[in-house]
Nanobody
Framework: QVQLVESGGGLVQAGGSLRLSCAAS????????VGWFRQAPGKERELVAA???????YYADSVKGRFTISRDNDKNTAYLQMNSLTPEDTAVYFC?????????????????WGQGTQVTVSS
């Protein structure tokens, strides 16, 4: 069982930066892939970035070069550094965990989800 708690969301102006954190419980945390998803009003939830247990990474095209996903297994925490934010990045951001060996680019592979944190980018 893994419990996830996101933090770090807020209101930022376009061009600004935020760093989201995802704190996890569970001794097997390092065996999980971690994904950051977002859902804007009226839109489907989408995968933004993911990092495997072996630290391979995936980024959606819309965030490549602007967002960086990382993890600190000693702190049981994953991060999403978001730079050059635009109003189109406004959404609720969720972190999620998928067991190692699954396809972490697929939403249906994620077993555990946080409650989400709101990111609002003003123009």
């Amino acid at each position: 069982q893994v419990q996830l708690v996101e933090s770090g969301g807020g209101l930022v102006q376009a061009g600004g930066s935020l760093r989201l954190s995802c704190a996890a419980s569970g001794r097997t945390w390092r065996q999980y892939a971690v994904g950051w998803f977002r859902q804007a009003p009226g839109k489907e939830r989408e995968l933004v970035a993911a990092i495997s247990s072996g630290r391979s990474t995936y980024y959606a095209d819309s965030v490549k070069g602007r967002f960086t996903i990382s993890r600190d297994n000693d702190k049981n925490t994953a991060y999403l550094q978001m730079n050059s934010l635009t109003p189109e990045d406004t959404a609720v951001y969720f972190c999620a965990a998928a067991r190692a060996g699954t396809d972490y680019t697929r939403m249906d592979q994620y077993d555990y989800w946080g409650q989400g944190t709101q990111v609002t980018v003003s123009s």
